[in-house]
């Protein structure tokens, strides 16, 4: 049976969606399997809507654009409210610590402290979106631990690798802490 999940990366310009999204896309390749990463962002740099989009999946992908996303990451309100109607059913919903869920029945919601375990523990918010893929990983088991690691470390800029491998194995932490 073929495997196929869309990913949906939702937040601000600037907390590095795009980027997570290409690592995630890239570790699925190392996985050997097809993936797809697609991406908009608001007209600001920074503090605009942004969104990466994935499709990971065993088979050919035929449309590379997320319809309905099987997994949503919101790391602001903003994103969480725009993008909540567009989760499956029975869906993963992954949301900061902040974002207030107001509706939806039939989704998996899952709350974590990414943005404040970048802040605080990690000592810098740039690191959010891998603390973000390790919970993400963590909870879907998507590609390998291996290849998300190898990923991450080929596409941070240089000299942020061992915050970045660090900010990771946090993202990891809390879900294995919490499960």
Do not use: W
Request: hydrophobic share 40%; glycine share 8%; net charge positive.
């Amino acid at each position: 049976m073929s495997k196929k999940v869309e990913f949906r990366l939702s937040g601000a310009g600037g907390q590095g969606l795009i980027l997570a999204g290409i690592i995630l896309a890239e570790a699925a390749l190392r996985d050997n399997k097809n993936a797809v990463q697609t991406q908009s962002y608001g007209p600001e740099a920074r503090g605009g809507a942004s969104k990466s989009e994935v499709i990971i999946s065993d088979n050919d992908i035929n449309y590379p654009k997320v319809r309905k996303s099987d997994v949503l990451l919101a790391l602001t309100q903003a994103a969480c409210d725009k993008y909540i109607d567009n989760l499956k059913d029975n869906g993963i919903l992954i949301v900061d610590e902040n974002v207030e869920i107001k509706y939806k029945n039939n989704i998996n919601i899952y709350k974590y402290p990414i943005l404040r375990t970048a802040s605080e523990i990690l000592g810098n918010k740039m690191v959010s979106n891998i603390v973000a893929l390790g919970v993400i990983n963590g909870i879907t088991n998507a590609v390998s631990v291996d290849s998300l690691k190898k990923a991450i470390l080929a596409r941070v800029p240089r000299g942020t690798e061992e915050l970045n491998k660090r900010a990771f194995e946090e993202g990891l932490s809390l879900v294995n802490n919490l499960k």
